[in-house]
């Protein structure tokens, strides 16, 4: 295993029973597919940075979730990755809510995943920036209303 962070131990010491076999999972995975890869904590859950961001995984009281940094950039034939909850996907992770081992894609698609992840960021791939929301424009109604007479 590459650079193990011991907060990720206690972490994953902590978390419920249903997710600790998934969580160590996930992680042997993502350290089998890259190797270099640095664990850390990040917004109070596991994430693993290699060259930037990379990917994470968190464990709630009734589910586990993981996901990836670049998500929108990855090759998915089979459609593993989902929706995510800001996209209105049934979880905030890629996988959707993960209660098992069995939820997960095969092995071999999550390792080519973070392998795909790590080329991203070796070739220096960034994100698109986030199209802006435009304002709604104020109703003449609500400005009348401000405007005292």
Not at 28 to 41: D, F, G, N, R, Y
Not at 70 to 79: E, I, R
Not at 93 to 107: N, Q
Request: with cysteine; glycine share 6%.
């Amino acid at each position: 295993m590459g650079t193990t962070d011991n907060r990720v131990d206690a972490y994953i010491e902590k978390a419920q029973p249903f997710a600790k076999p998934i969580l160590e999972h996930l992680r042997m995975l993502i350290h089998k597919a890259c190797p270099e890869v640095q664990e850390t904590i990040k917004w109070g859950m596991p994430s693993f940075d290699y060259k930037g961001p990379f990917v994470s995984m968190a464990a709630f009281k009734a589910h586990a979730v993981f996901g990836f940094w670049k998500a929108k950039l990855l090759k998915d034939p089979k459609n593993y990755l989902g929706e995510r909850a800001i996209d209105g996907g049934e979880a905030m992770g890629h996988f959707g809510r993960i209660t098992k081992v069995s939820d997960l894609p095969p092995d071999k698609a999550i390792i080519d995943f973070v392998k795909q992840a790590k080329k991203l960021n070796d070739d220096n791939v960034k994100m698109p920036p986030k199209e802006k929301k435009a304002k709604a424009p104020r109703s003449e109604e609500h400005t009348s209303e401000l405007q005292s007479p």
